[in-house]
């Protein structure tokens, strides 16, 4: 095992540091499963999800305004991995993704399956479906309906709190600078890529306030990470 907490425990493994309303990582991680399927690496590769929560480092709520404007930009670089303009008024936007994050690394007991099949299903949920994450019962429906996902494992790690401090002890080890943003990849040999292949600006003022524009978008850049890691498993 790596000295650097940030790193995966086993070449096997890439560490996903990300937070489940960032367009960016939803686009990452909807890429990662598909690459990994195409290379046909399932099986030989799993993907560790890490929670780097935006409230924590910016104290705040994620902005809706910014989280809608980039909803029609970087979902039209990959239109299949579940985006939609959300409808309804403010007061039904999630405001943390902190629960549902703790239901991931919860998942984690259960295998490398289970944390990435609920991670993946929360995406689509705020992304798509744009139901409210941040409520108790909303996560356990959305287990109960993922495959793979022991729905009743999860409500009592949940109810229990016996994975809520590690949200914030990753957190913790990702400050300082050592994760740059999410999604933010990790590789066993110290490989790092922040955002694998998008480069993107803002127009006219900040998230939130203004438009993002796509500067470069390279979906090979996920397809390198994962062939290195194979090449990492592989010696």
């Known amino acids: 095992m790596s000295e650097n907490p940030l790193l995966p425990s086993s070449p096997a493994v890439l560490a996903i540091y990300s937070d489940l309303n960032c367009s960016f990582a939803h686009l990452a991680v909807y890429r990662l499963h598909r690459e990994r399927s195409r290379l046909g690496l399932d099986g030989r590769l799993w993907f560790d999800h890490r929670p780097f929560p935006s409230s924590c480092s910016t104290r705040s709520v994620n902005s809706r305004p910014g989280v809608d404007s980039e909803a029609a930009v970087v979902g039209a670089l990959e239109p299949e991995a579940g985006w939609r303009l959300r409808p309804g008024p403010d007061w039904t936007y999630p405001v943390t993704t902190l629960p549902a994050l703790e239901a991931v690394q ?62 914030i002890d990753q957190f913790d080890q990702a400050g300082g600078g050592r994760v740059n943003c999410s999604p933010h990849v990790f590789l066993a040999d110290g490989t790092n890529v922040p955002n694998p292949g998008v480069r993107v600006s803002w127009l006219n003022g900040g998230f939130g306030a203004a438009f993002p524009a796509i500067n470069d978008d390279d979906p090979a850049a996920i397809t390198r990470l994962l062939k290195r890691a194979a090449e990492l498993v592989g010696r």
């Open 106 to 167: 919860a998942c984690k007991a259960q295998g490398w399956t289970a944390s990435e099949q609920l991670d993946r299903a929360l995406r689509i949920a705020f992304w798509s479906d744009h139901r409210c994450i941040s409520l108790r019962h909303v996560i356990l429906d959305i287990a109960a309906e993922t495959d793979g996902v022991d729905e009743i494992k999860l409500q009592q790690a949940l109810d229990h709190g016996t994975f809520r401090s590690s949200v």
